[in-house]
């Protein structure tokens, strides 16, 4: 699973790096997601992350 976060769209809200911040970090006013892939074990916390964006920034394939 990959996580992808679109730099255009992101607001750097901030919120899916607090939700899951071993898949998110913010990098200025822009959250990264800087896994290749994630983690078994992050797989339900990024997919949380992403459903909480409010700019639906965050693409999980
Ligand atoms: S939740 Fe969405 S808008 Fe907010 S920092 Fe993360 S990617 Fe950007």
Known sequence: MKAVIDPEVCIGCGLCADTCPGVYRMEGDK??????IVPK?????????????????????
Do not use: F, H, N, R
């Open 31 to 36: 959250a990264v997601a800087p896994v290749e």
């Open 41 to 61: 074990d992050q797989e339900e916390c990024a997919k949380k992350g992403a459903e909480e964006c409010p700019v639906e920034a965050i693409k999980i394939a």
